[in-house]
């Protein structure tokens, strides 16, 4: 294992080893609580340009599941078809691996990708570091290639455009009730969650303009980076929303871009939100359900029209994670029901959209 050093903007220095690919790397140096899912959270587009640090001490224990396909085109047990993050950090990588399900270790995996891989760094201390300071630009340099470093821009770059499809996809064609879904970055178990509710999910680039296609309910998926990169998307979904009453859900990504159609405007929060336990309650209700969440931007809710409300807020700050319109089926949630390390409870905005395709 090489010596590296992660250089933040502020000029903080952290120590580790190399166990990933050997090369350097600049990114968005963000942090997850979740203490499980690496193979699920390094597949995620949500991540393009971002360098993961997973804050559980021990990642790489369980190995890597085999990347294979479904019938439907999906991958089984990935997000996406490959590696998104920049790079990864964690404290403790764990060279062994056991499960019952693992093909090889992560460090192969990240190698055969050509994605660089740190551990060793004290992640408690890099943590506090970007919880105080606010997220900021990152590089990773090799010790015996000093000179080496790269740089990146992370704020106004369209990610969106760069992890969306470029062509129409269709899934589960023929299968009744049609769903245009905008794929901003969209996860893998986005799409089986609608497809194993019935429908035919169509699947358009993030700026496609699809107001003229013959569909029954718009999906607006997750996606990385800025939302405000996004105008082409936000027009087509004004123009929506203009001429047609037709069901529309949407996550993350689709929350902010939903928003910002309905007037409001988006604000970068100082550290996101990227875990499996972030706290958020129906408004008007006492409930509180624990989701999984990863997103750095999030929708104003006080700049919403009049015709618009908040459908849930985090319990922890009080951001907005969710919106609904006061007469329409249009809604959205800024965590991911489909997402979990436990619990499923949240599928329901699944059930919900589903039943408004059908009403």
Partial sequence: MKNVTLILSDGSKFHGRSFGYEAPVAGEVVFNTAMM???????????????LTFTYPLIGNYGVPPFTMEPNGLPTFMESGKIYVAAMICSDYSEQYSHWNATESLASWLQREHIPGITGIDTRQLTKVLREHGVMMGSIVFDDEP?????????GVNFVDKVSCK???????????????????V?????????????????????????????????????????DT???AVDVIKKQISTSRKPI????????????????????LKYGHRSHNQPVRLVGTNHCYITSQNHG??????????????????MNDGSNEGIRHKTNPWFSSQFHPEACSGPVDTEFMFDKFIETLKG
């Fill in 167 to 185: 062509e129409i996809i269709r899934y589960h064609e023929g299968a009744g009730k049609k769903v245009v879904l905008v794929d901003c970055g």
């Fill in 249 to 268: 859900c949407g996550i993350c990504m689709g929350n902010q871009l939903l928003g910002k159609a309905a007037g409001a405007t988006i604000y970068k």
């Fill in 297 to 314: 931007y999030a929708v104003d809710a006080t700049t919403l029209s009049n015709d618009w409300e908040e459908l849930f807020v985090n």
């Fill in 187 to 227: 996860k893998a178990n986005i799409i089986r969650c609608l497809i194993h509710r019935g429908v035919e999910v169509i699947r358009v680039p993030w700026d496609y303009d699809y107001t003229s296609m013959d569909f029954d309910g718009l999906f607006l998926a997750n996606g990385p980076g800025d939302p």
């Fill in 147 to 155: 000179d080496k470093i790269t740089h990146a821009d992370y704020s």
């Fill in 230 to 232: 996004c105008q082409a």
């Fill in 37 to 51: 899912g690496y193979p699920e959270s390094l597949t995620d587009p949500s991540y393009a340009g971002q360098i």
